[in-house]
């Protein structure tokens, strides 16, 4: 099956690309989730679309990763939640989540994909948040987490 990737896919792929895979995995779980489109020959118009799109937010290099780490490592990131007594939150923080805050800290635009909880944040308090913005480049981000 001949499909056409809209969003990361590890091991597969980047957004744009197209790619020949299995049919019950295309099928089953790629084109159910909005990782992928089917490819077709107006198809091939959308890829220059998705490649363009993926160009305006992607990390240029090794060197534009460092300056965009020295960027957010200036920043203090805090995402208000709503939490229970005890610091309990209610719900947990996702990387959606961190990204805003990110963003309303006035940080760049990153995508959600390149933000990693190791686990999840369910209480108040600081928390570190693996942020990875080049293959040679990733850092641990601390964010705080405060009741709202």
Not at 34 to 50: C, L, N, R, S, Y
Request: aromatic letters at 4%; hydrophobic letters at 40%; proline letters at 4%.
């Amino acid at each position: 099956m001949k499909l056409i990737l809209t969003a990361d896919v590890s091991g597969l792929g980047t957004p744009g690309d197209v790619v020949e895979v299995k049919d019950g995995y295309g099928r089953n779980y790629l084109l159910p989730r909005g990782h992928a489109v089917a490819w077709t020959k107006g198809g091939e118009k959308q890829v220059a679309q998705i490649k363009r799109a993926r160009g305006a937010r992607e990390i240029r290099g090794v060197e534009h990763a460092q300056e965009v780490k020295s960027a957010l490592g200036a920043l203090t990131v805090v995402i208000t939640q709503r939490a229970g007594d005890g610091g309990r939150l209610f719900g947990s923080v996702t990387t959606a989540d961190v990204v805003a805050a990110i963003s309303a800290a006035g940080g760049p635009a990153l995508d959600k994909g390149a933000v990693r909880l190791t686990t999840p944040i369910k209480t108040v308090g600081t928390h570190s948040v693996s942020v990875s913005l080049h293959p040679e480049v990733g850092f641990e981000l601390p964010v705080e987490v405060v009741a709202a």
